[in-house]
């Protein structure tokens, strides 16, 4: 790995990283002592799980050895991936700019089918390389948010004058040709359905109420909420990474949007069916929720004029970052997604104190 193009990274994401770069061969050294060793690194995460430390060095190792094991080690990185947004917590850290580091000269070699095939991984990527404060450092490699299309297998034909056992036919008169000569069928062509368009009406929004809330039994930087969103089946259980931005005691009974088609997701043991909407700045420092009117009805989806349709019944990563680029707050505070409006049976619904920020 190139350690010194990852302190330059980090010095663009940590104000107050040193400017003499220490000195490390990745090739010889464990890049786990970086984050164990390393007293600036140590200092911001002094509680680095020793399981993901781990997983980086053998990723780590399988790339700087070519070990067959690396397709394994990325397929269980990219199953890793698929309920976080980034590799240690909510939030941009040194340990997504070391994978970037170590995965960027693979995902540019990869094509759109193989980058497909770890979808989690290529979303984390374009996430981590379209981030402002690291914008211009390497080369932004160009992903399609696209599925490639899919292959269809050719059936093959028997050979002339062989059965489909394998046995030569025997040769009939003219006469049998003739009376045994069946009308050939038509192929029918199946029709083509049209992909729906990229936009909000994929997401399903609904207006839900947080009806209970504890902190996660295994993660500080977790809760666990039960939301009423007027299901025959009850609550809903959803876990949000909110403990440092709102106070258990705010959470309580507050009205709320949940992106509710979204695929269940394990986090630290507990399954989560959804997630609730927020609005955050840049560095994700302030993060509040995105709020409908106080007089909206529970269960209610929230709607866009200007992008009608049916949402999907589980929502793809690759749909929901195409689409969650263009929604945002306005100017006036209210969530809209490319000039329109969220809209609900009482009216739009608000971030309190943040225009003009991305809402997921």
């Not at 002592?33 to 509680?47: A, G, M, R, V």
């Not at 036919?169 to 992909?195: C, F, H, I």
Request: net charge neutral.
């Amino acid at each position: 790995m190139n350690v010194e193009l990852f302190f330059n990274l980090l010095s663009k994401v940590e104000s107050s990283t040193p400017t003499v770069v220490p000195t490390f061969d990745s090739s010889k050294e464990k890049l786990s002592k970086l984050f164990t060793e390393n007293e600036f690194i140590k200092s911001l995460y002094p509680n680095i799980d020793s399981n993901t430390l781990k997983t980086l060095d053998e990723i780590s190792d399988a790339f700087n050895t070519q070990d067959k094991k690396k397709e394994i080690l990325l397929h269980k990185l990219n199953k890793d991936l698929l309920s976080k947004t980034f590799i240690l917590n909510e939030k941009l850290s040194a340990l997504d700019l070391v994978y970037y580091v170590i995965l960027y000269s693979w995902m540019n070699e990869l094509n759109d089918k193989q980058r497909f095939t770890f979808c989690n991984i290529t979303r984390w990527f374009n996430l981590v390389q379209n981030q402002k404060s690291i914008l211009n450092i390497q080369p932004l490699i160009t992903i399609s948010v696209v599925p490639p299309p899919v292959e269809k297998k050719e059936e093959k034909k028997p050979a002339a004058g062989k059965t489909e056992g394998g046995d030569k036919k025997q040769p009939t008169t003219t006469t049998e040709q003739t009376t045994e000569a069946a009308p050939k069928k038509e192929k029918r062509v199946a029709p083509v359905v049209a992909e729906p368009p990229m936009d909000i009406s994929r997401f399903e929004i609904r207006v839900g109420k947080i009806v209970e809330c504890e902190k996660h039994p295994n993660a500080d930087s977790l809760y666990v909420e039960k939301i009423d969103l007027g299901e025959k089946e009850g609550p809903r259980t959803i876990v949000s990474g909110l403990v440092k931005f709102i106070p258990l005691d705010q959470m309580l009974n507050r009205k709320v949007l949940v992106l509710c088609n979204l695929k269940p997701a394990n986090l630290k043991s507990i399954k989560s069916f959804g997630m609730v909407l927020c609005a955050s700045n840049s560095d994700h420092t302030h993060v509040e929720f995105v709020e409908p009117p106080a007089d909206a009805t529970i269960g209610e989806r929230v709607v866009f004029d200007k992008f009608p349709g049916d949402f999907d019944k589980v929502l793809k990563p690759t749909t929901f970052d195409a689409v969650s680029a263009d929604f945002k707050t306005d100017e006036n505070k209210i969530a809209s997604y490319k000039g329109d409006l969220s809209k609900t049976s009482a009216g739009p619904c608000v971030a309190k104190t943040l225009p003009n920020t991305l809402v997921k």
